[in-house]
């Protein structure tokens, strides 16, 4: 059993990672200074350290008896890492170094860490495997880049043993037994929670119905956060020999916008108002994940449908 110190541990995949963790026996220590995480999604048997990652000391503190780190914390909005990039570069890479630094000195050597499909930017192939070029297209994707990088070479200086998971979009929810734990976003991005909450009078805006794809809606994969979560515990099992790698957890399979607002209206029983909008600069027509290497080096495929994503969502909803 491994005591695992997870990097925001109150957020939404964080809290998550940390109730299967102790639910499989781990111990854990959650590392979050409750900026987009909430004090109410954090597991009571946890340890819980409230503190950023800027701050180097109160890291190596919480790093003490831990053997291994699973690190989700961290910025990421597309949108306000355009306007706010030193920001995400100060959090998500100083934090990502401070991380590193405070593991060196505490002598923990394995991690897993949450990347992102927005390393790869505006692909045109679909679907992308791992050895596709990262060319990120926002200041997002170029820290999640940047960190990946850094645990390469990190792995090769300090012995690290690294994984990295590039997640696509990431949905649906987990019942505890006394809550569900979920997508508690504000501002959300994220398209199913946004389904869910679409009004007459703030309808879902879709951006674009002409793109070149079946039904003119953008096309994207996604991955139920149990499953994904369920790929972390491997892979950090895995971690023996210093090294790093870089694997993609999607479900290998896209849908349109418009067929996720079609499976949310039969799960809802009513029509969820929507108003077109304009394409946005820097969205590709699909993104869908090349998912052979989780299941070759993970054994892992994902197994929850678009359905359970939908529904878990709207049964977490606050
Ligand atoms: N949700 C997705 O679809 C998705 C997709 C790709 C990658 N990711 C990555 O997964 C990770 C988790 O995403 P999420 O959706 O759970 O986000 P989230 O915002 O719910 O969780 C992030 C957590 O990190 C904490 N945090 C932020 N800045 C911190 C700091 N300076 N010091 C300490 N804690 C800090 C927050 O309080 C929060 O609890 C992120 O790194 C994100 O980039 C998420």
Redesign the pocket.
């Known amino acids: 059993m491994s005591h695992v110190l997870v990097?925001?541990?109150?957020?939404?995949?964080?809290?998550i990672a940390a109730f299967q963790l102790l639910e499989a026996g781990h111990d854990v220590t959650i590392?979050?200074?409750?900026?987009?995480?909430?004090l109410e999604?954090i597991d009571s048997r946890a340890r819980f350290v409230e503190?950023?990652?800027?701050?180097i000391s109160k890291l190596r503190g919480a790093m003490s008896g831990c053997d291994s780190v699973m690190?989700?914390?961290?910025?990421?909005l597309v949108g306000e890492s355009v306007a706010k990039p030193e920001l995400y570069m100060q959090?998500?890479v100083e934090?990502s170094r401070n991380v590193l630094d405070a593991m060196k000195s505490e002598g923990v050597s394995r991690i897993v860490f949450?990347?992102?499909?927005?390393t790869y930017g505006e692909p045109s192939a679909a679907p992308i495997s791992e050895d596709y070029e990262a060319l990120p297209t926002n200041p997002?994707g170029v820290t999640?880049l940047r960190v990946d990088e850094l645990l390469s070479e990190r792995a090769t200086v300090d012995g690290f043993a690294a994984t990295s998971l590039?997640?696509?979009?990431?949905?649906g929810a987990l019942n505890t037994g006394s809550k569900w734990l979920g997508?508690?976003?504000n501002p959300e991005t994220?398209l199913i929670p946004k389904v869910l909450q679409a009004t007459v009078s703030n309808p879902l805006k879709v951006f674009g119905n002409d793109w070149p794809t079946p039904d003119g809606t953008c096309i994207r994969d996604y991955v139920h956060?149990v499953d994904l979560i369920e790929a972390h515990i491997t892979a950090l099992g895995q971690l023996v020999n210093p090294g790093h790698c870089i694997i993609n957890l999607g479900s290998g399979s896209g849908y349109s916008v418009q067929e996720v607002i079609s499976a949310a209206e039969k799960i809802l029983g009513r029509s969820i108002p929507t108003e077109i909008d304009s394409r946005r600069a820097g969205d590709p027509a699909v993104l869908v994940a090349s998912i052979e290497k989780a299941q070759k080096e993970l054994n892992w495929s994902p197994t929850r449908s678009l359905e359970s994503m939908i529904q878990d969502s709207h049964k977490a909803a606050r």
């Open positions: 990097t925001g541990g109150a957020g939404y995949i964080g809290s590392f979050d200074d409750l900026s987009t995480g909430h999604s503190a950023s990652l800027l701050d690190h989700f914390g961290g910025k990421s959090i998500n934090g949450s990347s992102s499909a927005a997002y999640k590039r997640y696509f979009n990431v949905a997508e508690f976003h994220h956060v």
